[in-house]
């Protein structure tokens, strides 16, 4: 089982993995092979922060934002909706 955080922002198991990795005290969300992330998670950060999510959508809605660096196109798109 996989622990995953719902659109209502709570954790809940899951049968399936995560496709999108994100980070709960800076609410951003990414690929789970963002370059940003593995660098911190290489220098032993970011980890114990890590939560995942089955889509975009579920991100989204659990009030993170995209990551500006491995989807950057998605954040300019959030950016300018949040604006």
């Known amino acids: 089982m996989f622990r995953l955080i719902g659109p209502d922002g709570q ?28 660098r911190w998670i290489a220098k032993g950060h970011y980890v114990r922060h890590r939560v995942f999510f089955a889509d975009e959508a579920t991100a989204l809605a659990a009030g993170y934002r995209p990551c500006a660096r491995c989807l950057p196109e998605r954040y300019a798109a959030w950016k300018r909706a949040s604006a």
């Open 11 to 38: 954790p809940h198991l899951s049968e399936t993995p995560g496709t999108l990795g994100g980070h709960r005290r800076l609410r951003g969300y990414g690929r789970l092979d963002c370059p940003s992330a593995l």
